[in-house]
């Protein structure tokens, strides 16, 4: 370093305190001495230094290189910046950046000024090139990706970006973390970015289709749903993930789309030209069930697929799992106890798992994931157990080809091809097992009557905010809020709320209440109202709950089962409507009854305890009961 004997002094002075600090554990006092000596001209290169080995200690190695890389070129750089610099690019697998540092290294002295900083096991360059391995922060950022540790691959993916900016692979990447935190319209803008830059793929129409739907842009998202098909017209995951997005389409929009003729006739031409029968149904008990949830999109539905797997009664039944990942992955605490036997199956085609399920004698195999899984929509084609059972998200309108049963919502008589869960196909219980939070009916101090919901964009469609609106224009001074679970966090989604009520001319009598769990925000409503044609029926259960009544329409799936629920309940008459003009009927008339619904309140707890498929024990009691009587006649 071409400097004098006292600034080299006062360098080696602080970098020596820096290094004391580390070797203690004291990161953050280090971070904050090298952030406050970046002030200081005489000392800014060491304070950089110090940062690039603070960073690459906690894992951040785009950071580090970034640092350290803009200090080259400076008349005071210390001599063993290219050789840490050569290590840190092996490290990141960038082959080129490595050499030249290597090289570079070659040319300058040997001193050792701040490679000691980045700890006692730094390796030379030697040993670091030999263990390179290509993108290695995208890959680990992949398998956190896949693991469901989303903060992490974002961190790793993030670092990957600061060193390879245009990387398309890890754009898309990035793209689908943010997808899965929520991030849509961050998304978006990705997707567009590796659009520019590599070509509008099938795979990338797919899932900017589904950004954009996500969003509320249904049109747009539509538009490249069809794109997306008739580049990859045969591909099971593009028509699947079209058909999946339908669900946010009422039932005549989804079958104009013709997304569900495509996807079934592609179907029905990837059968097996010679079906194995189904293996024969012998007298043994208990019987095995296994529940096939790999796919499964929210912590809600994980967590009471796995509170009724685990509340089976083993006495009747065994229960297998089939999932993602290992049941020790963070992502799968929901799974750990639920099931006698778990099988990762994330990789599997769906010959494979035809022959796995087989092979591990299951009785009974039950689809949880639904529409969610487009890649093993044709395992019910391959007969692969005695009996099979669509249970959680079917098709919007159609039926995919199999021999099995799809589980429906509601009382009576199955017909050809159902069975029948008459409370609903989902647990609405408190899996937790919280006590209700009962509290007075607003409507009893303010007066005026109160509505209520949570969604998402998606379920925030036009239709939805006139019905909306005309149901506050028949009540004055009645208001809706709305529960945001982070989707108003988007100056895009105000927007919308605004404009979409606003066609309605209710705009100034909504509004959204923010940091605030489910049952503070039930305190605050007198009725909910669950959206349509798609809602979040786990969280208006919560509502419910906790002593508010739900108006629902079972032309929706969701309203369906909650409506099942309801009607088990002995609140058909109350709260569902069998159509949308139904549903608006049902909440004016209770509004207008406001004696009926201070009682109603009241009592709403205990009515909806009383149901047996209320709780996890009762709701896997309804599901093995009807699975038995199921296979009685399939029976050898």
């Given at each position: 370093?071409?400097?004098?004997?006292?600034?080299?002094?006062?360098?080696?002075?602080?970098?020596?305190?820096?290094?004391?600090?580390?070797?203690?554990?004291?990161?953050?006092?280090?971070?904050?001495?090298?952030?406050?000596?970046?002030?200081?001209?005489?000392?800014?290169?060491?304070?950089?230094?110090?940062?690039?080995?603070?960073?690459?200690?906690?894992?951040?190695?785009?950071?580090?290189?970034?640092?350290?890389?803009?200090?080259?070129?400076?008349?005071?750089?210390?001599?063993?910046?290219?050789?840490?610099?050569?290590?840190?690019?092996?490290?990141?697998?960038?082959?080129?950046?490595?050499?030249?540092?290597?090289?570079?290294?070659?040319?300058?002295?040997?001193?050792?000024?701040?490679?000691?900083?980045?700890?006692?096991?730094?390796?030379?360059?030697a040993d670091a090139f030999a263990r390179v391995r290509p993108k290695p922060l995208l890959g680990d950022g992949m398998m956190a990706l896949m693991s469901g540790e989303l903060e992490r691959a974002l961190f790793l993916v993030e670092q990957h970006l600061n060193l390879l900016p245009?990387?398309?692979?890890?754009?898309?990447?990035?793209?689908?973390?943010?997808?899965?935190?929520?991030?849509?319209?961050?998304?978006?803008?990705?997707?567009?970015?590796?659009?520019?830059?590599?070509?509008?793929?099938?795979?990338?129409?797919?899932?900017?289709?589904?950004?954009?739907?996500?969003?509320?842009?249904?049109?747009?998202?539509?538009?490249?749903?069809?794109?997306?098909?008739?580049?990859?017209?045969?591909?099971?995951?593009?028509?699947?993930?079209?058909?999946?997005?339908?669900?946010?389409?009422?039932?005549?929009?989804?079958?104009?789309?013709?997304?569900?003729?495509?996807?079934?006739?592609?179907?029905?031409?990837?059968?097996?030209?010679?079906?194995?029968?189904?293996?024969?149904?012998?007298?043994?008990?208990?019987?095995?069930?296994?529940?096939?949830?790999?796919?499964?999109?929210?912590?809600?539905?994980?967590?009471?697929?796995?509170?009724?797997?685990?509340?089976?009664?083993?006495?009747?039944?065994?229960?297998?799992?089939?999932?993602?990942?290992?049941?020790?992955?963070?992502?799968?605490?929901?799974?750990?106890?639920?099931?006698?036997?778990?099988?990762?199956?994330?990789?599997?085609?769906?010959?494979?798992?035809?022959?796995?399920?087989?092979?591990?004698?299951?009785?009974?195999?039950?689809?949880?994931?639904?529409?969610?899984?487009?890649?093993?929509?044709?395992?019910?084609?391959?007969?692969?157990?005695?009996?099979?059972?669509?249970?959680?998200?079917?098709?919007?309108?159609?039926?995919?080809?199999?021999?099995?049963?799809?589980?429906?919502?509601?009382?009576?008589?199955?017909?050809?091809?159902?069975?029948?869960?008459?409370?609903?196909?989902?647990?609405?219980?408190?899996?937790?097992?919280?006590?209700?939070?009962?509290?007075?009916?607003?409507?009893?101090?303010?007066?005026?009557?109160?509505?209520?919901?949570?969604?998402?964009?998606?379920?925030?469609?036009?239709?939805?905010?006139?019905?909306?609106?005309?149901?506050?224009?028949?009540?004055?001074?009645?208001?809706?809020?709305?529960?945001?679970?982070?989707?108003?966090?988007?100056?895009?989604?105000?927007?919308?709320?605004?404009?979409?009520?606003?066609?309605?001319?209710?705009?100034?009598?909504?509004?959204?209440?923010?940091?605030?769990?489910?049952?503070?925000?039930?305190?605050?409503?007198?009725?909910?109202?669950?959206?349509?044609?798609?809602?979040?029926?786990?969280?208006?259960?919560?509502?419910?709950?906790?002593?508010?009544?739900?108006?629902?329409?079972?032309?929706?799936?969701?309203?369906?089962?909650?409506?099942?629920?309801?009607?088990?309940?002995?609140?058909?008459?109350?709260?569902?409507?069998?159509?949308?003009?139904?549903?608006?009927?049902?909440?004016?008339?209770?509004?207008?009854?406001?004696?009926?619904?201070?009682?109603?309140?009241?009592?709403?707890?205990?009515?909806?305890?009383?149901?047996?498929?209320?709780?996890?024990?009762?709701?896997?009691?309804?599901?093995?009961?009807?699975?038995?009587?199921?296979?009685?006649?399939?029976?050898?």
């Amino acid at each position: 370093m071409g400097v004098s004997n006292s600034k080299q002094s006062r360098a080696a002075d602080f970098l020596a305190k820096i290094d004391d600090l580390l070797v203690a554990g004291s990161d953050t006092e280090a971070l904050a001495l090298a952030e406050g000596a970046l002030q200081d001209p005489e000392a800014n290169t060491e304070a950089v230094c110090a940062l690039a080995a603070i960073y690459y200690r906690s894992g951040a190695l785009g950071y580090a290189i970034k640092l350290l890389a803009s200090l080259m070129g400076r008349p005071d750089v210390p001599e063993d910046i290219p050789e840490v610099l050569a290590v840190l690019y092996s490290f990141a697998g960038c082959v080129s950046d490595a050499l030249y540092y290597a090289k570079l290294s070659s040319t300058q002295g040997g001193d050792r000024f701040i490679q000691h900083l980045f700890g006692p096991d730094f390796p030379n360059f030697a040993d670091a090139f030999a263990r390179v391995r290509p993108k290695p922060l995208l890959g680990d950022g992949m398998m956190a990706l896949m693991s469901g540790e989303l903060e992490r691959a974002l961190f790793l993916v993030e670092q990957h970006l600061n060193l390879l900016p245009d990387d398309v692979e890890a754009l898309d990447t990035y793209a689908q973390i943010k997808i899965q935190m929520g991030k849509n319209s961050e998304a978006i803008g990705l997707l567009r970015t590796v659009a520019t830059l590599a070509g509008p793929s099938a795979t990338l129409l797919s899932r900017l289709a589904s950004c954009l739907i996500l969003s509320g842009q249904f049109p747009e998202g539509l538009a490249c749903h069809r794109e997306a098909i008739a580049r990859a017209p045969s591909s099971f995951a593009i028509l699947g993930s079209a058909v999946a997005d339908l669900r946010f389409f009422g039932r005549a929009e989804a079958e104009a789309s013709g997304i569900i003729q495509a996807w079934n006739a592609e179907l029905t031409k990837s059968a097996p030209r010679t079906v194995r029968p189904a293996p024969k149904v012998t007298d043994v008990s208990p019987i095995r069930i296994c529940y096939l949830c790999s796919s499964l999109d929210s912590d809600e539905l994980n967590s009471m697929v796995g509170s009724v797997a685990q509340a089976h009664d083993r006495s009747r039944v065994t229960v297998v799992g089939f999932g993602r990942d290992q049941t020790d992955s963070p992502s799968n605490q929901w799974a750990r106890g639920a099931f006698d036997l778990w099988r990762d199956v994330s990789n599997l085609d769906v010959t494979t798992m035809g022959a796995l399920i087989r092979g591990e004698g299951v009785h009974v195999a039950i689809d949880a994931d639904g529409s969610l899984a487009p890649t093993m929509r044709g395992l019910f084609q391959r007969n692969t157990a005695p009996l099979q059972v669509g249970w959680l998200n079917p098709e919007v309108a159609g039926r995919v080809p199999g021999n099995y049963l799809q589980a429906v919502p509601g009382p009576g008589e199955a017909a050809e091809g159902e069975l029948v869960l008459a409370a609903g196909r989902y647990c609405l219980g408190d899996l937790a097992g919280r006590a209700p939070v009962t509290t007075a009916a607003p409507v009893e101090s303010v007066g005026t009557i109160t509505f209520g919901a949570e969604l998402i964009r998606a379920e925030l469609t036009p239709h939805l905010a006139m019905v909306w609106g005309r149901i506050l224009q028949a009540l004055p001074n009645s208001t809706l809020l709305l529960r945001d679970s982070g989707m108003f966090g988007d100056p895009d989604n105000v927007d919308a709320l605004v404009s979409l009520f606003g066609n309605a001319g209710v705009a100034h009598r909504i509004d959204v209440i923010r940091d605030v769990d489910r049952a503070g925000f039930a305190a605050n409503i007198d009725i909910a109202l669950l959206p349509f044609p798609a809602g979040n029926i786990l969280a208006h259960a919560e509502f419910m709950r906790n002593g508010v009544p739900v108006v629902v329409t079972t032309s929706c799936a969701a309203g369906a089962d909650m409506g099942a629920f309801l009607t088990a309940a002995g609140l058909g008459e109350t709260l569902v409507g069998a159509d949308v003009d139904g549903y608006a009927a049902k909440a004016l008339a209770l509004a207008g009854d406001v004696p009926a619904l201070v009682s109603l309140r009241r009592r709403m707890p205990e009515i909806v305890a009383s149901v047996p498929a209320f709780t996890p024990k009762g709701f896997a009691r309804a599901i093995e009961d009807a699975v038995i009587a199921a296979l009685a006649p399939l029976r050898a």
